[in-house]
């Protein structure tokens, strides 16, 4: 564990310790390189054990399962335009949201800072919607999320497998109007470095970022959508690739994640959550027929619980059952953890000597940038032609 033994590759950054604590013993502090690691105030703790026994790292949990896998997506054309892939995460939401049940997910807010956040309402809910290339900070939305349970409340929960299994862990025992979805993760970069890359996008285009998306539902593609006011105008930015943007590039090639990401004891089947979520890519491989304009969802029904309650959404879904080898050819994390790249070891200390901006225009750019540039160009005319 983090905490006895210091190894960065034994902490996810859950806060599942730092929460368990009664006597507030432990302050969740972001290291040299920005990830967020529990600190102990030796002058305070009691010595109880409680952090140790509730780490993911140290205690994970798993389900002996079999799977039911799914490629699916919700009928409703207009709610799927604004998701992420098939819109699957909404409408379970709204489902917990009719049962008068909260959700729990990521949100990015105005000033681009990305946190665990509880929804009440849809409109709430919105604000949930889509991924988030960031590790969110988990504030206190355990100790909230046991308080609502408590209560009886539906609670949806949603999360990397690290979040949900410090949820697990962290609640040490199973609630029956507790559901969870795991989604199926790359790594994790931090807020820190998230914020150098605003920074770098105000400065390149001389406004203020008001808006960002890791990736808009256009195309089914990881992109980059940025809103910014220049001068008196609103302006709206869209990349049509990952390529293009430096964060998204040193993401998708596994550049900038914490250490525990590599050796993530949760990348495998069985998986944390009642319900694996993902994005299905190589769908067409599999079915060819498919309408997957907007995206298709992979899903995993994990446990009962997940199997019971897909059952209440499932009028409102198109699914085709699948199996586990068709979604992880292209979805390698959904049974192994990304492999650490050379340059992850030197990286965040050539950021702090060279600065995101000059590292932004080389290590954070592809080689054949100018190629790249040119396909894109020709596709974006095809996408318009076809």
Not at 199 to 205: P, S
Not at 325 to 354: C, D, W, Y
Request: aromatic fraction near 12%.
């Amino acid at each position: 564990m983090y905490l006895v033994t210091n190894k960065k590759e034994e902490c996810c950054g859950c806060s599942a310790c730092q929460q368990i604590c009664n006597v507030n013993a432990i302050s969740i502090i972001p290291d040299e390189e920005g990830f967020l690691f529990p600190i102990k105030n030796k002058d305070i703790c009691t010595n109880c054990g409680a952090c140790e026994k509730v780490c993911p790292f140290e205690h994970p949990i798993y389900f002996q399962n079999s799977p039911k896998v799914l490629a699916a997506y919700l009928k409703n054309s207009s709610e799927i335009k604004k998701s992420s892939s098939g819109a699957i995460f909404y409408v379970i939401a709204r489902e917990i949201i009719k049962l008068g049940g909260v959700v729990c997910g990521a949100t990015i807010d105005e000033n681009m800072q990305v946190y665990h956040v509880v929804a009440k309402t849809l409109d709430e809910l919105e604000l949930i919607r889509g991924s988030k290339y960031v590790q969110s900070a988990m504030g206190n939305c355990y100790r909230e999320i046991r308080r609502i349970l408590k209560s009886g409340q539906w609670v949806y929960f949603t999360g990397t497998g690290c979040q949900v299994a410090g949820l697990k862990t962290f609640l040490r025992k199973d609630y029956a109007n507790l559901l969870t979805s795991d989604l199926i993760c790359h790594g994790v970069p931090n807020q820190r470095l998230f914020d150098m890359h605003i920074k770098y996008l105000e400065k390149k285009h001389n406004g203020k970022v008001i808006a960002y998306q890791f990736r808009d539902n256009k195309n089914w593609r990881v992109n980059e959508l940025v809103t910014m006011v220049i001068g008196s105008q609103t302006r709206f930015f869209r990349l049509p690739t990952y390529e293009f943007s430096p964060y998204l590039y040193s993401f998708m090639f596994a550049m900038i994640y914490r250490y525990s990401c590599y050796k993530c004891p949760f990348a495998k089947v069985t998986r944390q959550g009642d319900i694996t979520l993902a994005d299905f890519w190589g769908i067409h491989h599999f079915f060819p027929n498919m309408d997957a304009r907007h995206g298709v969802s992979l899903v995993l029904l994990n446990t009962d619980k997940g199997i019971d309650f897909w059952k209440k959404i499932h009028s409102y879904v198109y699914s085709e059952e699948a199996n586990i080898s068709s979604a992880a050819q292209f979805n390698g994390n959904l049974v192994r953890s990304t492999v650490m790249p050379l340059i992850r070891e030197t990286i965040f200390s050539k950021i702090k000597m060279e600065g995101y901006n000059a590292i932004a225009c080389t290590l954070f750019r592809p080689k054949k940038y100018n190629f790249i540039k040119i396909k894109a160009f020709l596709r974006n005319i095809l996408d318009k032609l076809g």
